[in-house]
């Protein structure tokens, strides 16, 4: 496998993260008060995969102290990092990156997206379904990576219905029985215990609506034809990543692997609100690899918008390389 210096790769990605990538929400993150609707930046980017449609639709932003998203940085090398890339020292903003599938006369959402369950910068994802023509109504699937807030949040309306009211549901069985059925203990999470709190009841109220007809998935099946769950247990009992394939194409999305590429794949610092952090790394490890070794385009759940990219084996560990846009 191809080994490529760290320092030039990075240099070489931050120049390019500056190109127009720069969406509604990270604008608003970056001090820029969003247009007014027909004004705004895009928060929908469509690309192909083979035969399959593929739309990445923002749900906004969500974000808190870095320290939070890289657990075990040294407080020096972690201001220093984010300073070089040109980001507050003070807060991170994460994306909140779906993808919509068109396939096999499906539409299939992967994640549902945060809602108003972690701040107000969320619950952007049906606006951006409209803006491509389609509502809730339209979609026919719903597979989510794990069940925390932030994927599960637009499942329930603001009235307590079902967001999607035509939609299959489908969560991983270690996930629900944790998160859902049990009841649990978010100690090992480095945010306060209000937070904590609030966590676990956002994440019993969002599925509530669709408890009755849940479908769990073990991770390491296919779902449909073209589109497989990788395990990825670690951050969660049963967090799954998604490869989705047409033809000799394919597009790796690895939910919660990595928060932020500065902090989780340029550096290899540990996001703290991983529940097992040893197997969180063996996967990230193991998931990463093989992105690299295949040359896999990657979708990241939290990177900036649209979140596509690649990742690069360097000397010291693993380099973002955001993808070109698409016009």
């Known amino acids: 496998m191809l080994t490529l210096n760290r320092r030039r790769i990075l240099l070489t990605a931050i ?15 970056a001090g820029c008060q969003p247009q007014a609707s ?8 469509r690309f192909q995969v083979g035969d399959i449609a593929a739309t990445v639709l923002s749900d906004g932003t969500i974000g808190g102290p870095p320290r939070v998203y890289a657990g075990d940085a040294p ?20 994306n909140l990156n779906a993808l919509l599938l068109e396939m096999g006369g499906r539409r299939i959402l992967l994640e549902a997206g945060a809602g108003q369950t972690m701040g ?9 379904l409209r803006a491509i ?38 969560a991983p069985r270690a996930d629900w029985a ?7 203990d978010l100690s090992y999470m480095p945010v306060p215990a209000d937070f904590r709190q609030r966590f676990a009841a956002n994440i019993k109220r969002s599925v509530q609506p669709v408890a009755g007809e849940i479908e769990l998935y073990e991770p390491g099946t296919e779902i449909v034809p073209g589109l497989t769950t990788l395990p990825a247990a670690g951050h969660t009992p049963g967090m799954a990543t998604f490869l989705v394939q047409s033809g000799q ?7 919660d692997l990595a928060y932020h590429p500065v902090v989780n794949i340029d550096r290899p ?8 952090p040893e197997t969180a790394a063996a996967a990230r490890r193991r998931i990463f690899d093989r992105a690299a070794a295949d040359r896999l385009l990657v979708l990241g759940f939290h990177y900036p918008f649209p979140g596509l990219g690649r990742i690069l084996r360097t000397d010291a560990g693993y380099a973002w390389i955001p993808a070109g846009w698409q016009f």
Not at 15 to 29: E, I, N, T
Not at 38 to 45: C, E, I, K, L, P
Not at 178 to 184: I, L, Q, R
């Open 15 to 29: 120049a390019g993260a500056g190109a127009p990538l720069l969406g509604v929400a990270d604008a608003a993150a």
């Open 38 to 45: 027909g004004r705004a930046n895009a928060g929908t980017y």
């Open 249 to 255: 194409d394919q597009v790796l999305l690895t939910a």
């Open 269 to 276: 610092w540990r996001p703290g609100p991983d529940r097992d």
């Open 178 to 184: 944790f998160f859902v059925t049990g009841e649990p």
């Open 133 to 170: 023509g389609l509502s809730a109504q339209d979609i026919d699937m719903v597979v989510v990576s794990h069940t925390h807030p932030d994927h599960v949040g637009n499942l329930r309306t603001a009235e307590g219905g079902k967001a999607f009211p035509r939609a299959r549901i489908l």
């Open 75 to 94: 407080v020096a090398e972690l201001e220093e990092a984010l300073r070089r890339a040109f980001l507050p020292s003070d807060f991170m903003t994460l």
């Open 120 to 128: 107000p910068k969320g619950g952007r994802l049906f606006e951006n």
